[in-house]
Nanobody
């Protein structure tokens, strides 16, 4: 089991920045990928960014150049730096880890609201 606790959401004006954090505990040695997803009202959950153990990152086209995912080497925490935020970035953001056993774990979600 892996437990995830998110922090850092909030309300920000368009053009502003926020940093989300996700603290991982439990069987973190089994984690091979960390990521962030988001779900806006009435929409499906979508991938925002992922980073593998090897450091390979992947971003949704809509956030490339604005968001940066990072992690600590001990896999106890990972982050999403969000710059140049837009109203369409408003959503509940979830952190996620995938293990070597192909199991997914999710954080509780944190609300990000970007006002125009």
């Amino acid at each position: 089991q892996v437990q995830l606790v998110e922090s850092g959401g909030g309300l920000v004006e368009a053009g502003g920045s926020l940093r989300l954090s996700c603290a991982a505990s439990g069987r973190i040695v089994s984690i091979n990928q960390m990521g962030w997803y988001r779900q806006a009202p009435g929409k499906q959950r979508e991938l925002v960014a992922t980073v593998t153990n090897g450091g390979t990152t992947n971003y949704a086209d809509s956030v490339k150049g604005r968001f940066t995912i990072s992690r600590d080497n001990a896999k106890t925490a990972f982050y999403l730096q969000m710059n140049s935020l837009k109203p369409e970035d408003t959503a509940v953001y979830y952190c996620n880890v995938r293990t070597i056993y192909y199991t997914n774990y999710w954080g509780q979600g944190t609300q990000v609201t970007v006002s125009s």
